[in-house]
Every structure is written in C-alpha cells, then in structure tokens.
C-alpha cells in the first residue's frame, strides 16, 4: 500500500472519510487502547503506558514516551505519525464505510478512496496561516444528511467529561508561577485567535529572543546548510542547559528547534499545542508533525550518506520511559511494536519512508526527470528561499539597488553569512 501525504490533493471523498473518522477516533473511550485520548497520551501526559502490560505504574511515573534534544527525535515521531494514519485507514473501512448504506459500488469507490489516503500536512514555512480545514466550528456533510462538530477544530473528551477523569493532572512549567490545570480540560484549546497566529508568523518572534528572520528563510537554511545528521536533528545544548543561541548561532539551525517555535505560536499562553506533554491532544498536531516528517524526508534524500551512530540525551523538560543517557540507531523506540511477536521499532527500521508506504509531493523518483536532485534543489530554492528572492527584485533595472547586486538571467550571486565569535574575555 503506497501513497503520497500530500496538502492539497485529496479527493472530496477523502476529505470527508478523513473528517468522519476523525469525528469516530474521538469519541473512542478513553479506556480504549485504540482511542484517540491513549493514543496522543503516548507522547505524554496521562504518563501512562500504552501497548507494554507488564510496564509498572513506577517505571513510567512522570514520563511519556516522545523522544526530544537528541538524534531520535524526528525518527521517533514517524512510527508515532504511521500509527495515528493507520487507525484513521481502520476506522475509514471497518466503521464508516460499511455503515453509510451506498451499496457495493459505492463502497468500492470509498475503499479505492481510504487505501490511497495519506496524512495531510501543513507547511507553515510556505503558508505561514492557520490551516482552513482546522477553522470551522462545525461542517455540514450531505453523504450523511447531518451537521458534524469539526473533529479537527478541537479535540472534545467523550460525554463531556474532564481529563482528570482518566488521569490527567496539572502540568508545572516554567513559564507561569501556578500549575496549568489541563485535567480540568473537557476540550483542546488554542490560546491565540487567527489574527494572533498569523501576525506571530509575520513577526517571527522565536523562542530565544533571537529574530531569524521568516520560517521560509530558516527552511530553506535547514536544507542547503551542510550539516552532519546529529546538527540537522535536534537541539544542541551544552553542558550547562543553556539555549544554544548563546554560545553558537549555528546550533539553532535544526528542525527540532524550528519545531518548537511553531509549537508555541499556534499554543500560546497555555493551549495545549505549547506543553509537550499534552500538545498531541490538539488535532494541529498531526498537521504540524507531518509536515517536519516531509522535511526530514527531503534532507534525507539530499544527504543520503548521512546518518548517525550515537548520541547524548541532552536536558529536557519531561522524562522518557526508558532513556538513558546515551541512544543509537539501535536504540528501542518505545512503545511502538512492528509485529504482534512485540519487536519495537528503532532508527534504522523507520530511515526509509518508500518501505513504509508512503511519499511526498517532491519525492517522487519514478516520476522522469534527468537530474532529480537538481530539481529539488530548484524547488527549495523557489519555494524557501525569501532572501534570494528579495535580492532578484532590488537587482532588477527597477530595483533599490540595480547596479549594485548582479542579476543575469535569474540568477544572482548573494553571500549568506552565519558568524559563529568565540573569544577569551
């Protein structure tokens, strides 16, 4: 079964196969292993396990399972984003399909729809704006003749009840003096309106204090800097905690840290999206998360001899079930098993995505084109690169500095410079 995750070409069918499972996957009882409360509760909070029925309440105590600041963290997240897709495909075909009474060439056309169903994502980097799809309160679709609460909107508990009843607690962080009592929650929330999160993309004000200019431009950096797998991965601490922006500009060039921003701009002030612990729980996630997937999956194919053997666990703000101090490629990643005998996952079973049935939009190889990697160099290039861009117009004849900046036939010559200073006081 293969298919391309994709943003915009889906059928109007899979639009609303996607919707009603989403709607179904909600309302799963929370006691439910295959729900959608215990499966976004993998990655933190209620700190319980999942799939591992000999785990103890202990070893798990104030621990989730997603793994941050070190080389597994976008590897981890891609079995996490195959099982979210493949409980969506099971409820498309074995709850929706067989109960919307269309007949068996109906039901063909809808199953030929689910088996070609991928994980939309959401690129913010080239639409810095809320996903429409996740706006509307609620939709009317005419294949089932009712009004349906969008399941994407918010994540709404089943039968009104609280969080706390199924062992969600109060979450202590550094941001604010008072614990944020998310067990109190019978709903996802995203703190800032529309307007706030586009005007926090248009003002790019990250995490660090730091302005690195628009998520575009840190993309494009992300993909044509030459960076070793560990640099490209994660977050780079030194041994003190501190943010990396205060000893290297270079270490916040990674797709863990452009991640976190997005995180926090579309959570806010206390939304679930900007706690880790909890941010799972809000529909966006998926969204978000398949979109660092596909990043990921270009610079892998732009650096197909990088990978990593080792690396530290680096300070982080929740535990992980399991994790040590150190991980490798070989390194189980908990709790995801690959067959009913309970083999777990690890770095190098998840590197290939083709093997796993999917692709993206600019990694097509069977599509002809004599230099791939030229063309997809040519596409980050048109789709990222805002500096490049804003250079080409000050370069025309008409431009602020015609004359100054060379513009021959489309291309241009500009310096991109990245100053790492270490001096002795």
Request: contains cysteine; proline residues 6%; neutral net charge.
């Amino acid at each position: 079964m293969n298919g391309v995750r994709a943003r915009t070409a889906w059928t109007r069918m899979q639009v609303i196969l996607f919707l009603l499972a989403r709607e179904r996957f909600q309302a799963l009882s929370p006691t439910s292993r295959d729900s959608y409360f215990q499966i976004a509760g993998i990655h933190g909070m209620p700190y319980t396990s999942w799939d591992e029925p000999n785990l103890t309440a202990e070893e798990v105590r104030s621990k989730g399972y997603c793994v941050h600041a070190n080389a597994l963290f976008p590897l981890w997240h891609r079995p996490y984003l195959l099982l979210y897709e493949q409980r969506l495909y099971e409820i498309m075909v074995d709850e929706i399909i067989p109960n919307l009474g269309l007949g068996r060439a109906g039901e063909t056309e809808l199953r030929i729809a689910a088996r070609s169903f991928r994980l939309p994502y959401w690129d913010w980097a080239k639409n810095p704006q809320t996903p429409k799809l996740v706006l509307p309160r609620s939709f009317r679709i005419p294949l089932v003749k009712r009004v349906v609460d969008n399941p994407l909107y918010q994540f709404k508990m089943p039968r009104g009840k609280k969080m706390s009843d199924y062992g969600m607690g109060p979450l202590r962080t550094m941001e604010f003096d008072d614990a944020i009592q998310y067990g109190e929650c019978v709903a996802t929330s995203r703190c800032p309106t529309k307007d706030d999160l586009d005007k926090f993309f248009s003002d790019h004000s990250f995490i660090t204090g730091f302005d690195y200019g628009k998520t575009a431009e840190m993309v494009y950096r992300l993909l044509t800097y030459p960076l070793d797998f560990k640099s490209f991965a994660t977050t780079a601490r030194d041994a003190t905690g501190i943010s990396a922006s205060e000893s290297s500009v270079m270490l916040d060039m990674n797709i863990e840290f452009i991640h976190n921003n997005i995180h926090y701009w579309v959570g806010g002030e206390g939304g679930h999206m900007s706690q880790i612990p909890v941010a799972t729980f809000d529909p966006i996630f998926w969204f978000h998360h398949c979109n660092l997937d596909r990043l990921f999956a270009i610079w892998q194919t732009l650096n197909p001899e990088k990978w990593f053997g080792e690396d530290k666990t680096r300070p982080f703000d929740q535990k992980v079930v399991g994790m040590g101090d150190t991980v490798t490629n070989k390194t189980p990643f908990r709790p995801f098993h690959k067959d009913e005998k309970g083999t777990l996952w690890d770095a190098d079973a998840a590197a290939d995505w083709f093997k796993l049935g999917y692709t993206y939009p600019e990694l097509q190889p069977w599509m002809p084109d004599d230099d791939p990697k030229a063309t997809l160099l040519r596409s980050i290039s048109d789709t990222y690169a805002v500096s490049r861009k804003e250079a080409l117009e000050m370069g025309k004849p008409s431009g602020e500095l015609a004359g100054v900046v060379d513009v021959k036939d489309g291309s241009i010559v500009v310096n991109d410079y990245a100053v790492s200073i270490k001096y002795s006081k």
